[in-house]
């Protein structure tokens, strides 16, 4: 550049230099027309002209190392013209500007999906099976410590029979016990009874054979004085009448008194019987007053009495509901006291 190309201070004036700065400042101002009219317009177009639905393809698998995308950054400014003084335009060109409508906002792209990694799929599964073992041992700590409740119960349960059983033995035991106390005492007491009853008899035996003794005593004297002709009359036909009486009944008795001969019998062996006769013949009671020495002897004397029954009946002029006969047994011979 030469030195006739320059101003003061140094600016270009004019030549080739002066001429290329002067459009780049036309094509710049140009731009930023056609740029704010583009915004005013683009709108309506974008409104008119909808655009067709983003296809995004994401792939599973991300070649990065695990880092996240960097946000883009803002875009470049265009770079500022330097510093100059503007032309001067004589006219600006009017534009009708028509209001454009909000446009809608724009659809949010789909994220980006992250790389799928199965660690946690494992860690859930692994988790699972630990869960899965932890409520197993669960179910067996509480199935054990329910078998084992019932278990207790049970022995409790058999215990608690058994003592029953056991306590209800023994109170079976001493019921039994008691009972056979009380039966050994019942015993006893029957027992006394029945020997305080059979003194009370023995004694009333001997009592009545005393007196039947007493009785026979008197009526053979009656008999004796009968036969001598003393007393009166009426006492001497009443005794002939028991003598009749008792001879009758010595003769029916005797064919029934018959030892066998299997045996000679002493002729000083001899039982003495106490008859009871009531008025129709029937023996009312039998007793010995004095029983041989041979038992075999006193059971042919009951045989012979009891064949013999009933006795002969009484005579109408005895006029007694009963008699008490004492009579004499020797082998071969029958008496009266």
């Known amino acids: 550049m030469n030195d006739g190309a320059l101003m003061n201070g140094g600016w270009p004036t004019q030549g080739r230099n002066g001429k290329s700065l002067t459009w780049a400042l036309a ?108 409520e197993e041992r669960e179910k067996e700590q509480q199935d054990k410590k329910k078998k084992e409740t019932e278990e207790q119960a049970r022995q ?43 003194h009370a008899r023995a004694l009333a035996d001997q009592a009545r054979r005393d007196a039947g003794r007493a009785k026979l005593d008197s009526l053979r004297g009656d008999l004796r004085s009968g036969g001598g002709g003393g007393g009166s009359r009426g006492s001497s036909q009443l005794s002939l009448i028991e003598q009749q009486y008792f001879a009758a009944l010595i003769q029916h008795i005797r064919p029934f008194w018959d030892l066998p001969e299997m045996k000679a019998w002493p002729k000083d062996t001899e039982a003495v019987v106490a008859v009871t006769i009531a008025a129709d013949g029937k023996v009312l009671k039998i007793d010995f007053e004095r029983k041989s020495k041979e038992a075999v002897y006193d059971q042919y004397v009951m045989q012979a009495l009891r064949k013999a029954s009933p006795m002969p009946a009484f005579p109408a002029a005895m006029q007694r509901k009963d008699v008490e006969v004492g009579l004499r047994f020797k082998p071969g011979d029958l008496g009266s006291m």
């Open 27 to 134: 094509l710049s101002l140009v731009f930023h027309v056609l740029v704010f009219i583009f915004t005013l317009v683009a709108p309506s177009i974008w409104k008119q002209q909808r655009p067709l639905d983003q296809i995004v393809t994401v792939d599973l698998v991300s070649m990065s190392d695990g880092l996240p995308d960097m946000p883009p950054g803002p875009p470049a400014a265009a770079a500022p013209p330097p510093p100059s003084t503007p032309p001067k335009v004589t006219a600006e060109p009017k534009v009708s500007i028509t209001p454009a409508e909000t446009p809608p906002p724009p659809r949010e792209a789909a994220p980006e999906a992250k790389p799928v990694s199965l660690e946690p799929i494992k860690r859930k599964k692994q988790k699972s099976e630990d869960t899965r073992l932890v």
């Open 156 to 198: 409790l349960a058999e215990k608690n029979k058994k003592d029953a059983e056991k306590k209800e033995a023994e109170r079976k035991q001493q019921e039994a016990n008691r009972a056979r106390q009380l039966a050994e005492q019942a015993k006893l007491e029957a027992e006394r009874a029945k020997k305080e009853a059979d």
